[in-house]
């Protein structure tokens, strides 16, 4: 069973800045894709950020958060970060790790103006 630990999320002020972990065990191989995504009281789960297992420099944005989110994943493959720049009230959500079938728990972003 794959679990998957987010960790990272907090309360900031609009343009500030915060770096999400999502860390997995349970398996052995990082050859998945690992994204990011967010769920806004009241709103649908958003896709955010994705990035390839094996081609680890091959990423994918939301419309959203282009130019302003970047992802990454360490060597191992285990562990995909999530940096946030420029952070807008709009961002404000419960960001959640997948790993092909399996998602986190999810951490809470809050951006205040």
């Known amino acids: 069973q794959v679990q998957l630990v987010e960790s990272g999320g907090g309360s900031v002020q609009a343009g500030s800045s915060l770096t999400l972990t999502c860390t997995a065990s349970g398996r052995t191989a990082g050859s998945y894709t690992m994204a990011w995504y967010r769920q806004a009281p009241g709103k649908e789960r958003e896709f955010v950020a994705a990035v390839q297992g094996r081609r680890r420099n091959v990423t994918e944005y939301g419309d959203s958060v282009k130019g302003r989110f970047t992802i990454s994943r360490d060597n191992t493959g285990m562990t995909a970060y999530l940096q946030m720049n420029s952070l807008k009230p709009d961002d404000t959500a419960i960001y959640y790790c997948?790993?092909?079938?399996?998602w986190g728990q999810g951490t809470q972003v809050t951006v205040s103006s």
């Open positions: 997948r790993d092909n079938a399996y």
